[in-house]
């Protein structure tokens, strides 16, 4: 019987020859895990103190990325290759208690590796229904005021690729012809981005067809638009939650919230421990190492 061989795989010549394990598989291989260790799995307010409502994908681990810094540029990379970060425009989505006018999201290193983002539109019934005086002139206006903040924060975003707008509309009072001037601002990014349809929910006026001509209509001739759904919007949006999270994003953190008192109860090490799986991760997504932030700084 012949002596069993192995083959050992060189690094890739511009990497030195020391490297962890991980590094020495093929990119194939390490890309399979990341997709393991990273699953699809909406993640609110990845930044906590930047108006990104959520993500789709489970943040990478903090132990993940302090294996090795060309591991850390690649799981990042390949994190912000997969993900779809989601804006929400209503009247009061994200504009307050965190981030209202996007300061800080225009002001993150985050904001330059974002590829995919989904905007929601959401008009709401309880605010017609508690302010029936405010009509729904003001309140188009006052949603399309939020949607071109943004869109000019997301005109800077240069590898922007990818934006999916979704129509969550509960007022069921009409006018499809004042609502559609919300769409607007979107004529503000550049001609590289694809514009995707995703969720299409409202009054028996709107259906997905019109929206369509809507975005046509909005973006002029020759911009990309795509008509189906790109799997942004694969599970539809409760209109319960999303106003959770615009009201109040940390009734989205019980979790974190949990894990603090539970570290606190065990002094600055317990809580440091019981943090440890996920505590420099947003660090990272703000373009800081672990060691440059602290607890304080890594969570807002």
């Not at 019987?1 to 590094?23: D, F, G, N, V, Y």
Request: aromatic share 8%.
């Amino acid at each position: 019987m012949s002596p069993r061989t192995t083959t050992t795989i060189a690094p890739p010549p511009h990497l030195p020859k020391s490297l962890p394990p991980l590094l020495r598989l093929p990119l194939e291989l390490r890309q399979q895990i990341y997709a393991h260790l990273l699953p699809r799995e909406n993640t609110s307010h990845p930044l906590p103190s930047v108006g990104i409502t959520s993500v789709s994908h489970r943040l990478p681990p903090t132990a993940l990325l302090n294996i090795h810094p060309h591991l850390t540029d690649e799981v990042l990379d390949y994190f912000y290759t997969i993900t779809t970060w989601k804006l929400i425009f209503s009247h009061a989505f994200n504009f307050f208690r965190v981030d209202p006018y996007l300061n800080k999201l225009e002001q993150s290193p985050a904001l330059a590796q974002i590829r995919k983002i989904e905007v929601v539109f959401f008009c709401d019934i309880l605010l017609l229904k508690e302010y029936p005086s405010f009509g729904l002139e003001a309140f188009c206006a006052e949603i399309r005021r939020r949607c071109d903040r943004a869109c000019s924060v997301l005109a800077r975003a240069r590898r922007l690729s990818s934006v999916t707008v979704s129509w969550i509309d509960t007022t069921l009072t009409g006018g499809w012809e004042e609502k559609a001037t919300i769409l607007e601002p979107l004529r503000k990014l550049g001609p590289e981005v694809t514009f995707r349809i995703g969720e299409i929910n409202g009054p028996t006026d709107v259906d997905r067809e019109r929206f369509v001509r809507a975005m046509q209509d909005v973006l002029g001739d020759g911009r990309k638009l795509e008509a189906g759904l790109d799997g942004a919007g694969e599970e539809e949006d409760d209109p319960t939650q999303l106003r959770m999270l615009a009201f109040d994003p940390r009734q989205e953190r019980h979790r974190l919230q949990d894990v603090k008192t539970l570290g606190g109860a065990c002094g600055s090490y317990g809580r440091a421990r019981a943090l440890s799986p996920y505590h420099g991760t947003s660090a990272h997504l703000r373009g800081k190492t672990v060691g440059d932030a602290s607890f304080s700084d890594t969570w807002g």
